[in-house]
């Protein structure tokens, strides 16, 4: 049973473009920030840049042309004032591009939580109980967390940035939840439980397939069933005349089925060391072998 079966995993899901809200209340696992709060830190930050720009000419802002870079009415809010709002907690937000954040790119499971955002959604994963194993997507747009394993928070990041995400390192410690006084006691969940797993398996079976299915050369020769006449024989019973037929069931007749046996196996005996030897001298012994068998018929036949 995971961390999420148990039901202690804080969770919002997305709530218009309330994206924000549901990133730091995640990040931080309670209901932590509502849209009033952060619509009077963002309020704050503009009558702060307003100010700034007072200061800096000779004619005050007009104020009524002024467009807030830090919310709309949609329920977006900036990276400002979710930087503003982690404050209060004593905890920042760190580009993960940043050199001082190299050890952190090339080992990201030994950082409590990252804040991502593409154009104006924003998301969080986060790890519990201190553990490198132990990591969860807490993306609103989605049905429910996720469990990610330190393996896999890499390829996510890495997949996450391809797709034009810009990544965040949160700073700090975060505050203590239920979820992380649980982690260490409850049974990590099998790989096969995270979203995509038996897609991905599925994807890589068919890749081994393929490349195995390259090593493999289709047969290009002929083949032949069991019981069936080789077809130097099968040519040579097609190609014969009435005449000859009926010179069979004579000489069958007469010699009261011991001819047929016999003289089977010496043609059968003929046509088959013919086939170990070229095409055309096959088909030339084949002939030879063929004429001596309908002497030998006619001469039985005189005899009787």
Request: aromatic content about 8%; proline content about 5%.
């Amino acid at each position: 049973m995971d961390l999420i079966d148990l039901g202690i995993v804080f969770f919002e899901r997305q709530e218009g473009q309330l994206c924000a809200q549901h990133a730091l209340n995640s990040l931080l696992q309670g209901q932590y920030f509502s849209p009033v709060d952060l619509s009077q830190i963002a309020s704050d930050l503009d009558n702060q840049e307003l100010s700034a720009l007072a200061e800096g000419g000779n004619n005050p802002p007009n104020t009524a042309n002024f467009t807030s870079q830090n919310f709309d009415d949609s329920g977006f809010f900036s990276i400002q004032v979710i930087q503003n709002a982690l404050s209060v907690w004593n905890l920042q937000l760190s580009p993960i591009g940043a050199s001082s954040n190299a050890a952190i790119r090339n080992d990201p499971a030994s950082a409590p939580a990252y804040i991502l955002n593409l154009n104006e959604h924003w998301l969080t994963l986060r790890s519990f109980g201190k553990s490198r194993s132990r990591w969860y997507n807490l993306d609103s747009t989605k049905n429910q967390a996720s469990y990610v394993s330190e393996f896999y928070l890499q390829a996510l990041l890495s997949q996450l940035q391809a797709d034009g995400y810009s990544v965040f390192l949160v700073q700090g410690a975060l505050p203590e939840s239920d979820a992380d006084a649980y982690a260490a006691s409850v049974p990590e969940p099998p790989p096969q439980s995270m979203p995509g797993y038996e897609e991905n398996r599925m994807k890589k079976e068919a890749q081994a397939a393929k490349e195995e299915s390259k090593g493999l050369v289709a047969f290009s020769g002929k083949g032949y069933s069991l019981g069936a006449p080789p077809p130097l024989l099968a040519s040579a019973s097609s190609s014969a005349s009435p005449t000859d037929s009926e010179l069979e069931a004579a000489i069958a007749l007469s010699m009261g089925g011991k001819y047929s046996d016999d003289m089977d196996n010496d043609l059968q005996a003929a046509i088959s060391m013919s086939l170990g030897n070229q095409q055309s001298q096959v088909k030339a012994k084949a002939e030879t072998e063929v004429e001596m068998m309908r002497r030998k018929r006619l001469e039985a036949l005189n005899k009787h």
